[in-house]
């Protein structure tokens, strides 16, 4: 079974560009997640969705910070523009139920803003 | 909400040493806890989780966990480390107990181990 897909792996721009991420998520899962990872740090949540409707974003940062799930399959994240502070590994999880059991991770996109 | 503090930010040990690595969580009534583990270069796994039922867990690669309400804790550990234990170790919880409707997970810092041949 394949598992999470996430692309890129790596990505690097200059501050007041935009960049996107994708995400695949593990087949039949309806739930997905993504988060951020600053060095050094836990992951934190950005935005929830089941299927195509984003349940949990009181994390995401409005102003620059955009998501979509059409089809309640692959995902985007957006960002536009970036700032310095944008800087860490987001990654993206599904899980096949919005539950307390196990979330699957992919190997995340590090981005490094100049 | 929920919080979570793990004290070590990086341990260091010799081949067959034991292990154990510190979590405490800050939400007293029914809660659900894991462990992730992140080997170098790979994505989060999970190593292990406690719902409900006996408070020692066991996890895969011989890594267990025991919860203990009284102390709010959770602390992983091994009798006896390996080289490719090597990692870094999140401890993680829902921010507010089950049934409060958020399904999210709140992560501690990380531990990093190494693991010294």
């Known amino acids: 079974e394949a598992g999470v897909v996430q692309s890129p792996r790596y990505k690097i721009i200059e501050k007041k560009q935009p960049v996107a991420f994708w995400c695949n998520p593990i087949?039949?899962?309806?739930?997905l997640y993504w988060y951020r990872q600053n060095l050094g740090q836990g992951p934190e949540l950005l935005i929830r969705?089941?299927?195509?409707?984003?349940?949990?974003d009181s994390q995401l940062p409005k102003d620059r910070f955009s998501a979509e799930r059409l089809k309640g399959v692959d995902s985007t994240l957006k960002i536009q523009p970036a700032e310095l502070g944008d800087s860490a590994v987001y990654l993206c999880?599904?899980?096949?139920?919005?539950?307390?059991?196990?979330?699957?991770f992919g190997p995340g996109t590090r981005l490094t803003v100049l | 909400a929920q919080s979570v503090s793990q004290h070590n930010h990086h341990v260091i040990l010799s081949e067959a040493a034991s292990l154990e690595l510190g979590c405490n969580y800050s939400?007293?009534?029914?809660?659900?806890l894991f462990w992730y583990v992140q080997y170098p270069g790979q994505h989060l796994q999970l190593l292990l989780k406690?719902?409900?039922?006996?408070?020692l867990v066991k996890g895969i690669k011989g890594f267990e966990a025991e919860f203990i309400k009284s102390k709010f804790s959770f602390n992983l550990r091994k009798p006896s480390v390996q080289w490719s234990d090597t990692a870094e170790y999140f401890c993680?919880?829902?921010?507010?107990?089950?049934?409060?409707?958020?399904?999210?997970?709140?992560f501690g810092k990380g531990t990093k181990l190494s693991v010294i041949p």
């Open positions: 969705y089941e299927n195509e409707e984003a349940v949990d």
């Open positions: 993680a919880v829902p921010p507010l107990g089950p049934g409060a409707g958020s399904y999210q997970l709140t």
């Open positions: 999880a599904s899980s096949p139920l919005a539950d307390y059991n196990e979330q699957f």
């Open positions: 087949s039949g899962h309806n739930t």
């Open positions: 939400y007293g009534g029914t809660v659900n």
């Open positions: 406690y719902f409900s039922g006996d408070p």
